[in-house]
């Protein structure tokens, strides 16, 4: 059974908790450097990218982060978790960093207080034809797709909602809301193939 955690610093952590156990994962909350060290795959919940990157400073664990990621670890992302692994941040608060891994830059509550939240269908290819049910809540967009990553959905005017790039994935969007799991379940798709591959190395 893969163990995934919750980086469970600030956010809506329980959601993301119960999906993962939903799916038969080990779920745990991550909140210290050697919970990290034992989880297969990671999930950034959504809540408020500029107070995650003060406590992952605060407790310890930015370092941490950043190593893991660069090792492979994957990691899902939604919504502040989107903010928090990209490279680049159009329109951070004074000071704000971000962990990075994917190459995109990301716009904080890029729909304005006209649209606070919204949802939407969504067509997601690589989850299959049924498309996805995206709840929007202060979302951030991805202003620009580097050369590294690639776009996984889109709004129907084009602007970029899902990236992915080697382990990483994330969403703009609330998954873990609507009860779709198809996102979860590629990340333990990622685990699974990470654990295939250190399988075969040793
Ligand atoms: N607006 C938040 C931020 O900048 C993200 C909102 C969310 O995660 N639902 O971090």
């Known amino acids: 059974v893969p163990r995934i955690g919750v980086l469970a610093l ?15 994962a080990a779920a745990v909350p991550v909140r210290r450097p050697d919970e990290l060290a034992a989880v297969d795959g990671l999930v950034i919940p959504g809540g408020e990218s500029s107070v ?4 992952t400073r605060l407790f310890g664990m930015r370092e941490p982060l950043r190593e893991a990621i660069a ?6 992302g939604t919504c502040a978790g989107l903010i928090m692994l990209a490279d680049r941040l159009a329109d951070g608060i004074s000071g704000q960093q971000t962990l990075g891994g994917l190459d995109i830059t990301a716009r904080r509550n890029a729909f304005g207080s006209q649209l606070d939240s919204f949802e939407t269908d969504l067509a997601v290819p690589d989850l299959g034809p049924e498309p996805v049910h995206a709840v929007f809540i202060r979302a951030p967009l991805v202003d620009e797709v580097g050369m590294g990553a690639r776009a996984l959905a889109t709004l129907a005017d084009g602007r970029v909602v899902a990236v992915a790039q080697g382990a990483l994935i994330a969403t703009s969007f609330h998954p873990e809301v609507t009860g779709d799991t198809r996102f979860h379940e590629l990340l333990l798709t990622r685990v699974a193939e990470r654990a295939g591959r ?5």
């Open 52 to 55: 995650m990157d003060k406590l």
């Open 198 to 202: 250190t399988a075969a190395a040793s």
């Open 71 to 76: 090792a492979g670890l994957p990691v899902y």
């Open 10 to 24: 600030q956010g809506d952590v329980r959601e993301h908790l119960a999906v993962l156990t939903r799916l038969g």
